[in-house]
């Protein structure tokens, strides 16, 4: 369903190129995991999801029946594109919303996506990076899952856009989370990929 709407719908890659990847016959192995985890779940759980893009994600929610999500966008074009999406395609409103996140309110939530969100503007620093993906999690509610796609430590290039700042080890995932069971998986590998990135599932203990 999705790559059939991509396909129709070209004009929305001239705000976020990056989706032209979910025009192939394969979608990008973060994408896949996520559905997998996701899957299982209760469909009462809250979903919360942090940069929602175009929506490529908000739509497996969406399409697994998920009854409770928000998930917020900061660029106000993209949102706007994002919400009519999953208008076309699942009949559903009231889910992405035009804000930053944190945006000064609590919520109760089971289950955080952050998910091909990691950019050098979002931090200035290491400490200021690791401060910023607790506080997603503490203004999520403390969920039971978070799903955190970050890049990887072993990614060593030079690159402005993914400054070593917000390159992240395993330990250091564990020394932000140590009351939680934590799993990975690699999604994508320099040089095969542009950079290294690992996904992170935390599940409260």
Same mark, same amino acid.
């Given at each position: 369903?999705?790559?059939?709407?991509?396909?129709?719908?070209?004009?929305?890659?001239?705000?976020?190129?990056?989706?032209?990847? +979910?025009?192939?016959?394969?979608?990008?192995?973060?994408?896949?995991?996520?559905?997998?985890? $996701?899957? @299982?779940?209760?469909? *009462?759980? #809250?979903?919360?999801?942090?940069? /929602?893009? $175009?929506?490529?994600?908000?739509?497996?929610?969406?399409?697994?029946?998920?009854?409770?999500?928000?998930?917020?966008?900061?660029?106000?074009?993209?949102?706007?594109?994002?919400?009519?999406?999953?208008?076309?395609?699942?009949?559903?409103?009231?889910?992405?919303?035009?804000?930053?996140?944190?945006?000064?309110?609590?919520?109760?939530?089971?289950?955080?996506?952050?998910?091909?969100?990691?950019?050098? *503007?979002?931090? !200035?620093?290491?400490?200021?990076? $690791?401060?910023?993906?607790?506080?997603?999690?503490?203004?999520?509610? !403390? @969920?039971?899952?978070?799903?955190?796609?970050?890049?990887?430590?072993? +990614? =060593?290039?030079?690159?402005?856009?993914?400054?070593?700042?917000?390159?992240?080890?395993?330990?250091?995932? #564990? =020394? $932000?989370? @140590?009351?939680?069971?934590?799993?990975?998986?690699?999604? +994508?590998?320099?040089?095969?990929?542009?950079? /290294?990135?690992?996904?992170?599932?935390?599940?409260?203990?």
């Amino acid at each position: 369903m999705l790559r059939a709407y991509n396909i129709t719908h070209e004009e929305d890659f001239l705000v976020a190129p990056w989706s032209k990847q +979910y025009c192939e016959d394969t979608f990008p192995k973060y994408w896949e995991l996520v559905y997998s985890i $996701l899957k @299982p779940l209760n469909k *009462d759980n #809250r979903i919360l999801e942090v940069g /929602s893009g $175009l929506g490529d994600i908000t739509a497996i929610l969406c399409y697994l029946d998920f009854t409770n999500i928000i998930a917020f966008e900061k660029d106000e074009q993209i949102c706007h594109i994002a919400q009519r999406r999953l208008k076309d395609m699942f009949n559903r409103e009231n889910i992405v919303y035009n804000e930053k996140f944190p945006n000064r309110q609590n919520y109760s939530s089971d289950v955080l996506v952050l998910v091909n969100c990691a950019y050098a *503007d979002v931090a !200035k620093s290491k400490e200021e990076y $690791l401060s910023l993906l607790k506080e997603y999690y503490i203004c999520a509610g !403390k @969920p039971q899952y978070y799903l955190m796609e970050i890049i990887d430590s072993s +990614y =060593t290039k030079t690159d402005k856009e993914f400054p070593e700042y917000i390159r992240l080890n395993y330990d250091e995932v #564990r =020394t $932000l989370f @140590p009351c939680s069971t934590i799993m990975s998986w690699e999604t +994508y590998k320099y040089p095969i990929n542009r950079k /290294s990135k690992t996904l992170y599932l935390i599940i409260k203990d």
